[in-house]
């Protein structure tokens, strides 16, 4: 495992946010993946760094899809990796791991009732298949075996720790509720056990 490419990219946000991020590729990743990871704020200099594992999600993270919360957990993670300085893992693993066709197959079955979890058994998929073994291995690449995570899923801190990395502290992500994503997340809260502090009635 070593680093492929090192180049620095200033990035703008849609709200106008900026920040400008040394962008990592790799040789021998796990699953041969073009995944990236971005060094955000003094990241050479911290000593236990932030990170956030995020799933790629072309709706939500170019289009701004609003039936999920990764665009507002996406730049979330970038002022906030920033600011304490770290690693943001861009992992090309889009629906969980199903792939965006796939995902897109899901959110019509969600339409006709099912779940983002029952859709995805219903093609055929795990609930999850996301694997975070390219993840470690960048982790480790960039020096970073122990780190605090930025994430709600407790399946991304267990396969870490699994996979040695170090996880000295697990911090939520802000939540991202609106009327369109409310069900999404709830599912999340309720079936996997994320960390989203939800109101257990819906509100308009």
């Known amino acids: 495992m070593t680093v492929r490419t090192s180049v620095v990219v200033p990035m703008r946000f849609p709200d106008g946010y ?11 990743l796990a699953d041969g993946r073009e995944h990236l ?25 170019v289009f701004g899809s609003a039936r999920c919360d990764c665009g507002p957990q996406l730049r979330e993670a970038a002022e906030r990796i920033t600011t304490a300085g770290g690693f943001l893992l861009y992992l090309r693993q889009e629906g969980r791991g199903i792939g965006l066709y796939a995902k897109l197959d899901a959110y019509a079955l969600q339409d006709t009732g099912l779940d983002t979890y029952e859709a995805n058994l219903a093609l055929g998929h795990g609930e999850d298949e996301r694997d975070y073994t390219a993840a470690a291995q960048m982790l480790h690449t960039l020096g970073a075996d122990r780190i605090r995570l930025l994430s709600n899923n407790p399946d991304k801190a267990a396969q870490l720790a699994a996979l040695g990395i170090g996880i000295v502290e697990q911090i939520p992500t802000g939540v991202h509720l609106s009327d369109t994503n409310a069900r999404y997340l709830e599912t999340k809260r309720d079936h996997t056990a994320h960390t989203l502090d939800l109101p257990r009635q819906r509100t308009a």
């Open 37 to 61: 990871a971005l060094g955000l704020g003094p990241w050479r200099d911290a000593e236990v760094p932030l990170v956030r594992p995020h799933s790629e999600c072309l709706t939500g993270d």
């Open 18 to 28: 900026t920040t400008t991020a040394d962008v990592f590729t790799f040789t021998g």
